[in-house]
């Protein structure tokens, strides 16, 4: 069953590369691969978003991102993050 799940996984990620056939084009001046490559663009956005926010940002910085889970009355949890500085929270 795995096996089937990988291999089915591995079709959806490479059939949208695969060029249509004459005639089956559902854009007629675009590429047909061009909805991939916005979607990898904004994951590539995300992903140094990500870098810079929550890596190079801190180092910079001299601070350090701490995650805290919040439980509101209601019941619901959230994450908080809260910037602590490295002087003042450092035991040295």
Known sequence: ??????????YLV?????????????YKSLPYYLHCVVALGVFALGAIYYIVWAVLLPKLGGYVLVKETVVDADGWSRSVFTRIDKKIGSSS
């Open 1 to 10: 069953m795995a096996v089937f799940f990988t291999l089915s996984n591995v």
């Open 14 to 26: 490479i059939a949208p590369y695969i060029p249509p056939t004459d005639g089956q084009s559902v």
